[in-house]
């Protein structure tokens, strides 16, 4: 059972060990989906490159690496120039507060990086003082969720039976927030951002749960809202939703979470209620054990009464040629 100085060193073990191999087995399993395509990418790629080139033969090798190297850090401002876009820059107010949400919220596309010291230094203060404050507001954002949740709990959808009104209303909980937060986000992220619903909601996971690979990113590619101002608006909106997100998918997280140390202490407390089970069960039948020696014991003793031990002159009998090691004599009753 938990403790209230936390849980003991060989629990932290266990669970150590559990992560690990969990781990390895995520290891495997992802070199195992991605290695393959991604050598085919890069082959395709390899091959591509080849025959730009050798279409291209005036091109010096040196100068299009350059090129290549100077398109990947502003890749987005490159394509919009080739393209003759009118390019805006990141760092305008609605650009910067959305670099800061995912400071705040540890999300961390990486497509937006301060490239300044200056810039650097005033984004570790900023997230030092930061992160605290958002996690603080995210959850108290959580205990409202949870109240409201706790309402909905508490509808009779079934009244005649409270096992199934239970269940329902927890599937109700369940969808209206995949409803809010995941399925209507991913329609619109879908159709704004030209994404098949599959990957808008890859995005909306991994933008809520935090990870943020940045590969997908909503309110910042080029979408198809066209002007200026509605897709300033889509952006805050975009951000706003992320903050509710995170709280409720951290709810859900913690929830589920709890679930899991339940079952755990639930396991140790059978294990140990059937190990204290067996040890009580070995103690019996010792002491059963040792009742039956101290009557044998007491019947030995009584037989023996009135006779004496000693020890025999010659310990071989010479008609058997047998051992004696002690030979039992009547004492005289008189």
């Not at 203060?125 to 109240?147: C, D, E, H």
């Not at 098949?196 to 909503?218: K, M, P, Q, R, W």
Request: with cysteine; hydrophobic share 45%.
């Amino acid at each position: 059972m938990m403790t209230s100085d936390g849980p003991g060193w060989k629990r932290m073990v266990v669970l150590f060990v559990l992560v690990v191999v969990y781990l390895c087995v995520g290891a495997a399993i992802f070199s195992h989906i991605e290695g393959d395509p991604e050598i085919e990418r890069r082959l395709q790629l390899e091959a591509f490159l080849k025959n730009f080139i050798g279409n291209h033969s005036c091109l010096d090798h040196e100068d299009l690496i350059g090129v290549l190297r100077e398109v990947n850090q502003e890749f987005t401002f490159a394509l919009n120039t080739l393209r003759n876009r009118t390019v805006y820059t990141q760092w305008d107010f609605t650009g910067a507060f959305s670099f800061v949400v995912t400071v705040v919220t540890t999300i961390g596309y990486g497509n937006l990086a301060p490239r300044t010291y200056p810039g650097k230094v005033a984004l570790v203060v900023y997230a030092l003082i930061g992160i605290p404050i958002t996690l603080i507001m995210l959850n108290y954002l959580g205990q409202l969720l949870t109240r409201l949740s706790t309402r909905v709990n508490k509808c009779r959808l079934c009244s005649t039976k409270p096992l199934v009104n239970k269940v329902l209303n927890m599937v109700l909980i369940v969808m209206l927030g995949l409803t809010i937060l995941f399925i209507l986000p991913a329609s619109a992220f879908s159709y704004f951002e030209d994404w098949t619903v599959l990957e808008a909601l890859y995005y909306c996971f991994v933008t809520l749960s935090t990870i943020g690979f940045g590969d997908y990113i909503a309110a910042m590619s080029e979408n198809s809202l066209g002007t200026r101002g509605l897709e300033d608006v889509y952006r805050v909106v975009t951000y706003v939703w992320i903050l509710f997100g995170l709280a409720y998918l951290s709810l859900l997280i913690n929830y589920i979470s709890n679930v899991f140390i339940k079952k755990a202490e639930e396991m140790e407390r059978l294990t140990k209620e059937k190990l204290e089970a067996e040890v009580s069960r070995l103690q019996q039948e010792l002491s059963k054990t040792g009742k039956s020696v101290y009557k044998t014991a007491a019947n030995v003793k009584s037989s023996v009464k009135g006779k004496v031990w000693e020890a025999p002159s010659n310990g071989i009998d010479q008609e058997t040629g047998s051992v004696t090691l002690l030979r039992i004599a009547q004492l005289d009753e008189s």
